[in-house]
Structure formats: C-alpha cells, structure tokens
C-alpha cells in the first residue's frame, strides 16, 4: 500500500512538470512566451518586428511571463555574448582557465564569452583582463561585433569618415576603425543633429533587446536570389548592380498594391489595394526621402504587416522608421514618397507611391519640440513609488534617464548613473522598484525600505542632457 502511494505521488509529480514545460526559464528567471502567443508590447507594426520574431523563433530570445517582449529593455555585456553565439550557431567552448579575472568558470555566462570574446571587447587592467559582464552593451561594441562577424576587419577605410559625427571624439580609440568599417559598409548609422548638418554616433549608448536583435539578424538572414544560366567569370563579376526603376521588368505573377494617400489633421492616412491570399506573407509601408519608387527591402520600411485585410495604417512624425535615407524619423513640414510592398513566399510586389508632406501633431507645440526640462511629479501606491514627468518632441531626443541619489539634492545623468533607460519618448512614467540594481550613483547599488532618496529624470537629447526637478522621498517599506 505505501508503495502504491509514492507511485501515485511520483506519478502526479511528473505530470506537473510536463504540464509546465511549455515554459523555459532563463538565467534571469523569466519565463519564454509561446511562439505562437504574440507579445502585448510588439506587433507587426514594430520596426523590430521581423527580427524579433526570427530571434524567438529560433530560441536565441524570449518574453516574459507577463506576456512581453521589452524590447526598450537594455541588454549587458554577458547577455549580448549569449545571443551573439547563439545567433551564429558558434561551438561553444570551455576554456581551461578563464580569460577574464571577473568571471569564474562556473557562472552561467563563461562558456558564452569565452566563445565570443574574439568578436567583442574587453578592459585590461594591470591586475588583468575583465570583461564587466554587468555592464550594458553599448553602440561602439556592437560596431566591433559586427565587423568581425562579416569578416571586414581587413577593409582599409579613411577615419576621416567620423569626422561627420559631433560626437567622434567618444568614440574609444582603439575602436575608432570598427566603427568607420560600419558606417562605410551602412551596418550601422547614426542619427541627424537638429540644426546641424553633422550626425551623432552615440557611441556609449546602451544596447536595447530589440536593436540587438535586428542587427545580430541582419548577418544571418537569408536573402532569396536566383542563379543565371552561365557561371560568372570571377568573383566581381558576379555582384549585380541593382537596376534603376525604368529598367525593371513590370510583369509579375501577383497584383501590385494600388496606394493612395491623404492628410487628415496631424497624421498621413495611407490606403492600398489587398494582396492576393495565394503565398502572401505581409505588406511593407515604404518612405523614401530621395526616390520617387521606393520599395523594399531597398528603401527600409516603417511598418510590418501580417493581416492581408489590413490595407491601411496611419502615420505621423512620432513612427521611427528601418534603414533608408533621412535618418529614421520623418520631419514635419517634409515631403517623402510612400509606398507599400506586398511580400509573397516567391516575389516581393512595390506600389506605387504618393508625394506628401508630413504634418505637425495637432498636440504639439513648436516649445515641445525644443530641449525641455522635465518636471518630475510622483505617487505612492501599493508600497511602490511611481514617478511621472512629461513628454518631449525634440527631434534628437535619446532616452529618459531615472536618476537617484543618496545626498545630491539634484541629481542628473550621467554624474549619479540611473536606474531607468527610456527609449520611448511616450513613455512618461516609471514604478521603482528596489529589487533592480542601480548602476553607479553614492548608495551601493540597491535602495533601502525606509530612508530617503533625492528622485529625478533627465531627458537626453543629442546635443544636451537636461535634468528635472529632484523629489525627496522615502522608499516605502
């Protein structure tokens, strides 16, 4: 009889476990979303989308078990090590002594830096090497990565080619190469300086899990090409020069997506024709700047879409845009062409496209698209303190930073470091939570139930960083 009973103990135990295997927990103790369950915090309509989705499908990214992706959440060094080999499938390898002196062999991080750390960077010390698996993974790292994965380290390429950017100076000299070698070959770009004809690298920014992933995606991704009949005389040869538009051939085996386009109050409303059901996969909403035919994958897109009967979508001068040429974010009072691109299993199919000029946010003053100083405000709920401050329009808008500081009665990133990085200017409230670790500031890193803390945000723009008001709180017990 007590045999029996472990047996029916032992058996509805393991049925237990199966029944939760349908969740994988990670080092960070989150729980992987189902493929098939779609985030709450990413659609189609993400400019992350695609490669976001290929990352989770391949098991190289997960969701969390409230159902979201996070893609504005920054990634550290370690974490972008793991995604790095998993994405180019690298052996992993268990070194016999570990390189660097702040990572022990058994962490769960070391097989994977040991494996990657030919592709990313390192601090020596004369106690030496570290690699600061804690630290964000920042811009100028991802430049180094990159490059080494697509082999271009042997490119000979002029610096002179920083020399474009406000901010090449901060560019860690032994990198300044790696990051020239990317902007030459278009992998990675920076971002243009409101009233200035320079751009702005940003190359400490963080890393967050969705630009991360559309550029670890971006070297492994498959393109469909198509073979000619006589084998190419040499390896030159053999790259085709894209055609110009009027030397396309118009004959396709789907329709063409018929677009039209009007201005309503602040937003462009664009409408196109449905795509056939035979092989469809999504529609690309298309902006070009300079050319009049754009289409994809060529010009970049803005919007992914997967409902075939979806045929319109608004846009205004808030949507962040995927490649092409005016620096991912439209300017009110511009004029682009737009487009869209059905995507079928055998062919992609451009639209036409419609000329228009992209109106001011009916919400917006011309103050708001100034550099503004936040004005920080803040509640109390369910024992947790929530802060609040309002948006900014600034075209070179970067982040907010939640900043915190022990005894500086006015704190400000980056001198007190932060425990929030907030890519999404729309996003203009955050809870605190005393179980994250702050990075940097004078109260060793987590905060204490019961004492009080100088609260404040400061808005990060390309040229400046301004600092709100601070709020002298005491954490709730």
């Known amino acids: 009889m007590r045999e029996s009973k472990k047996a029916i103990v032992l058996l509805t135990i393991i049925m237990l476990i199966l029944q939760s295997s349908i969740f994988v927990y990670t080092e960070e103790n989150t729980a992987e979303t189902k493929i098939t369950q779609a985030f709450s915090d990413v659609d189609s309509s993400n400019w992350a989308y695609e490669a976001i989705s290929w990352m989770v499908d391949q098991k ?96 000979i390429v002029d610096e002179k080619v920083l020399n474009a950017f406000n901010d090449s100076s901060s560019i860690s000299p032994a990198l300044k190469k790696y990051v020239a070698i990317a902007l030459k070959n278009g992998i990675m770009k920076g ?48 790259k085709q020069q894209e055609p110009e538009m009027s030397q396309i051939e118009t004959v396709t085996a789907h329709k063409k997506p018929v677009v039209t386009g009007k201005v309503d109050g602040s937003r462009i409303m664009l409408s196109w024709t449905p795509a056939d059901s035979n092989g469809f996969t999504y529609y690309k909403v298309v902006v070009s700047k300079s ?73 917006e003053t011309y103050k708001e698209y100034s550099h503004i100083k936040p004005i920080v405000k803040s509640s109390v709920a369910n024992g947790k303190i929530t802060l609040k401050w309002q948006p900014t329009y600034a075209s070179d808008f970067s982040y907010y930073k939640v900043v915190i500081s022990k005894s500086n009665s006015a704190p400000k990133y980056p001198e007190d470091g932060y425990m929030a990085y907030i890519t999404d200017k729309d996003c203009t409230s955050y809870t605190i939570d005393v179980s994250k670790e702050y990075s940097g500031g004078d109260f060793g890193g987590y905060l204490e139930p019961g004492k009080k803390y100088y609260f404040s945000v400061t808005n990060v723009y390309g040229s400046e960083k301004i600092a709100g008001n601070a709020l002298y709180l005491e954490v709730p017990r």
């Open 191 to 238: 971002n243009p300086v409101e009233n200035s004809d320079q751009k702005a690298f940003r190359p400490l920014n963080p890393l967050t899990r969705a630009e991360a992933a559309v550029l670890l995606y971006n070297i492994v991704k498959e393109k469909k090409i198509t073979y000619d009949d006589s084998e190419p005389d040499d390896e030159n040869n053999s």
């Open 60 to 155: 190289i990214l997960a969701g969390y078990n409230d159902g979201t992706f996070k893609p504005a959440k920054t990634i550290s060094r370690a974490e972008f090590a793991k995604i790095m080999v998993l994405t180019l499938d690298l052996p992993l390898k268990n070194a016999a002594e570990p390189t660097f002196v702040d990572i022990s062999k058994d962490s769960w991080e070391y097989e994977y830096v040991e494996t990657a750390k030919y592709y990313l960077t390192g601090f020596r010390t004369s106690k030496g090497d570290y690699f600061k698996s804690n630290n964000e993974a920042v811009r100028e790292d991802m430049a180094v990565a990159l490059v080494k994965a697509l082999k271009l380290t042997g490119e």
């Open 291 to 363: 050319n009049p035919y754009p289409r994809y994958p060529q010009d970049g897109y803005m919007f992914v879409i997967s409902d075939r009967n979806k045929t319109s979508q608004s846009i205004d001068v808030s949507n962040g845009y995927n490649g092409g040429d005016f620096g991912g974010k439209l300017a009110a009072g511009q004029k682009y062409y737009f487009s869209v691109t059905s995507i079928y299993s055998d062919e992609k199919v451009a639209g036409n496209a419609v000329y228009l000029t992209v109106p001011k946010k009916e919400t």
